[in-house]
């Protein structure tokens, strides 16, 4: 109820203010949020509903009913589905497998070792000094596999690939063959016929620890290593604004490509703002009345290409004029947000001047300015009032008020207050567009993306191969690029060489 | 009057005769020169391509045998009494200048307005 009375009020200031030009009236209240809105998933699409025409082109839903939902409220409900699908097991399969193949594998050599002494002790030969060398090195190599693949590889994945991870599939299928194809001499050389000699037992099971070692030591290379060097430049762009970084890969399939780019998009793309998209439609708009071009003529067939480029041809050489109102919009924008901005920054400015922090001595101070003594919340609260409105205001101007709630605002203030930060190290967070990082809630849901590409996404990266992350409103769509043969010259300049002599410009009368 | 290395030099010139004046015991031609292969040809304010390495007059004195003898300020040498003065050192110009035994010196200048002035009487004399 009190969310719909909010968004009324709020088309109903911004048609005030569109009608004559900014900065002469302001609004005379301050609109607060409620502090338990909801803030919005950071790439959320709220729709292009800042627009000013809005209020006067589409009818008023009005607020009091309760069944009325507006655009924005759609597209939450959606988002809102997605990210509470529920904990996927898809997630967990792949390492519960490898866990018990490597549990498996690690303990066969125990039971190699094991196995004769409970069925046939008896008739076992006595084994003396090589054998017990032979356990201690067994135990040591054991101890290293499990705690070499406990370091490297039992960590939480953080995605899920579409296909399988060839190089793990590979590894694991590898060792369960390994294994099955030991436990099948063991079966058919020392079981049933009862073995004697125990020393070839423990040497039996010796060996095959070492090829596990060895199979780790592959797994580490194709898993880890191999992909360190750097060997493709991949250049990454986001659709809708055009951010682009260049990142330095090795050699991986597309679809770890893909996780590492995805992880570096994170904490190094600005957040996707989609209320900064477009140009405004009355800049555009003039465009669209061109003049419409009738053919006269009878007798030649409907020819509609020629028609509509002739209409093209008609808007080319028409003088137009949107790219000189484009550029004083851009010119009035900015000044706009320096003012704003101007604003904001006296306003924290003044208000960190209200605070301080009380130090340990002052507390048994004179009772005579019995001050009161707040915990880090309430002086946020406390300082927060006459900051509010530039703050609003200023959010208003550069389009990033869905990304701060009131609440949001006022942790972040009781944060600085409590690390002692000055009202610039506060603003930072607001005055430029952070990683998307900066706005994510940590939830365990884990964010969907879709990979899209002409090939087959368990091949090898290389030169010229195109493929794009695409999520509900934006993609990044990501080109390979090999990085150049370096042909490194050398040249010795010899220290004793560097001698200089002054400009001559001489002039002789004769 | 840029000059590529190997092929040969053409230029329009003009002949310029003087007097040497004797003061004291010096005979003096009343004007300075600059330039020279051994000089820093981008200082030179007087040539247009500034990798020009020939001698230069940068200075005339007023009423001297030179100013007398038509010389112009920011003339290039060509030759003095037959010695090619355009790959020369500064001092070995001097040298050729100031001889002692000669009372006279013949030079060949040339400068953009002669050039000019050939260029633009072809001209006119092609339009005809």
């Known amino acids: 109820m009190i969310y719909n009375f909010f968004v009324f009020r709020d088309r109903r200031d911004r048609h005030r203010s569109k009608s004559r030009d900014s900065g002469s009236r302001g609004d005379k209240s301050v609109t607060i949020q409620t502090p338990g809105e909801p803030l919005l998933d950071a790439e959320s699409t709220r729709g292009d509903d800042r627009d000013d025409n809005w209020g006067e082109t589409t009818t008023v839903v009005t607020g009091t009913s309760e069944h009325s939902i507006s655009n924005e409220d759609l597209t939450r409900v959606t988002k809102d589905l997605e990210e509470s699908t529920p904990l996927e097991c898809k997630r967990f399969v792949g390492p519960a497998l490898g866990g018990c193949l490597s549990f498996f594998a690690l303990v066969t050599p125990l039971a190699f070792l094991i196995l004769p002494q409970v069925l046939w002790r008896d008739a076992l030969e006595p084994c003396g000094t090589p054998c017990e060398g032979l356990y201690v090195s067994l135990a040591f190599k054991l101890l290293v596999l499990l705690i070499s693949s406990w370091a490297l590889f039992l960590r939480p994945p953080r995605a899920t690939l579409p296909r399988f991870f060839v190089f793990r599939c590979l590894l694991m299928v590898l060792v369960f063959l390994f294994v099955a194809s030991y436990w099948l001499f063991y079966g058919v050389r020392v079981l049933e016929p009862r073995e004697r000699d125990y020393r070839g037992i423990v040497e039996y099971a010796a060996s095959l620890v070492d090829a596990l070692l060895f199979i780790q030591y592959l797994a580490l290379v194709l898993l880890e290593v191999r992909h360190l060097q750097p060997a493709f430049c991949l250049k990454v762009v986001r659709s809708t604004d055009g951010a682009s970084k260049f990142y330095n890969v090795g050699h991986l399939s597309i679809q770890r490509a893909a996780v590492w780019v995805l992880d570096r998009y994170y904490s190094d793309f600005p957040v996707y703002n989609p209320a900064l998209l477009n140009l405004p439609k009355s800049i555009l708009s003039k465009k669209m009345t061109g003049f419409k071009v009738y053919s006269l003529d009878e007798n030649t067939t409907n020819n509609s290409t020629g028609q509509s480029r002739a209409m093209i041809a008609a808007a080319a050489r028409r003088r137009d004029n949107s790219h000189n109102e484009y550029y004083y919009e851009e010119a009035e924008m900015d000044r706009r947000v320096r003012k704003r901005k101007a604003r904001l920054v006296v306003a924290v400015e003044e208000a960190f001047t209200h605070i301080k922090r009380l130090q340990e001595e002052e507390v048994a101070s004179s009772p005579k300015h019995p001050r009161e003594v707040m915990d880090p919340r309430e002086a946020a609260q406390a300082i927060f009032a006459p900051m509010a409105r530039a703050m609003q205001k200023y959010l208003r101007t550069t389009r990033q008020q869905a990304f701060h709630s009131m609440e949001s605002i006022l942790t972040h203030l009781q944060f600085c207050i409590t690390h002692n930060m000055t009202p610039k190290a506060f603003l930072e967070r607001y005055l430029t567009a952070g990683p998307t990082m900066q706005y994510q809630q940590q939830n365990g849901r884990g964010r969907q993306w879709t990979l899209v590409s002409e090939e087959p996404v368990t091949s090898a990266l290389r030169h010229g191969l195109v493929f794009s992350l695409r999520r509900l409103d934006f993609s990044l769509v990501v080109t390979v690029t090999p990085l150049p043969f370096l042909r490194l010259g050398e040249e010795f300049i010899d220290p004793k060489s560097h001698k200089f002599v002054m400009r001559l410009q001489s002039e002789t009368s004769v | ?128």
């Not at chain 2, 310029?16 to 020169?33: A, D, P, T």
């Not at chain 2, 030179?66 to 112009?72: H, R, S």
């Not at chain 2, 400068?111 to 005809?128: F, G, M, N, T, W």
């Open chain 2, 1 to 128: 009057m840029s000059f590529v290395p190997g092929q040969p030099v053409t230029a329009v010139v003009e002949r310029v005769e003087i007097q040497k004046l004797r003061q004291g015991e010096n005979l003096i031609l009343g004007f300075s020169i600059g330039g020279g292969i051994d000089q820093d040809p981008g200082q030179n304010p007087f040539s247009e391509d500034k990798s020009d390495k020939g001698i230069y007059v940068t200075r005339i004195s007023p009423k001297g045998p030179a100013d007398l003898a038509g010389l112009k300020i920011g003339d290039k040498i060509m030759q003095v009494n037959g010695w090619d003065m355009t790959m020369v050192t500064h001092d070995q110009a001097r040298k050729k200048l100031t001889k002692k035994k000669e009372d006279v010196v013949r030079l060949l200048v040339t400068r953009k307005s002669l050039e000019d002035a050939v260029k633009h009487s072809k001209c006119s004399y092609a339009k005809h």
